[in-house]
């Protein structure tokens, strides 16, 4: 079991910057592919970013590529999400995800991740 406990986010204006944080407890975090999500009002969740259990890199949604920034630390189980150059179109609520997840397409999938933060909300002002 994990639990995931997210912090950060918040009103900024377009063309700033944001930071979310997700704290993980439970035995195994290493284990799992971690996952970033947001849900705009009247939309699906969708992929943000994803770095599964062994890889170093992180996996991107073409919309957040080169502008979101997804860090990912073992040793003190936190998962980091910096949000650089915010438009009104990120508006959304964010959630940190965990699952056993592998593959690209899988990724991107979130009714595959098993664990789920609370959610913090973003919003960017034009």
């Known amino acids: 079991q994990v639990q995931l406990v997210q912090s950060g986010g918040g009103l900024v204006q377009a063309g700033e910057s944001l930071r979310l944080s997700c704290l993980a407890a439970g035995r195994s975090f290493s284990s799992y592919t971690m996952g970033w999500f947001r849900q705009a009002p009247g939309k699906e969740r969708e992929f943000v970013a994803a770095?599964?259990?062994?890889?170093?890199?992180?996996y991107y949604a073409d919309s957040v590529k080169g502008r979101f920034t997804m860090t990912r630390n073992n040793a003190k189980t936190t998962l980091v999400l910096e949000m650089n150059t915010l438009a009104p179109d990120d508006t959304a609520v964010y959630y940190c995800?965990?699952?056993?997840?592998?593959?690209?397409?899988?990724?991107?999938?979130?009714?595959?991740?098993?664990?789920w933060g609370q959610g913090t909300q973003v919003t960017v002002s034009s």
């Open positions: 995800a965990a699952g056993l997840v592998n593959g690209w397409s899988a990724l991107t999938r979130p009714n595959l991740y098993n664990y």
């Open positions: 770095v599964e259990w062994w890889g170093p890199t992180p």
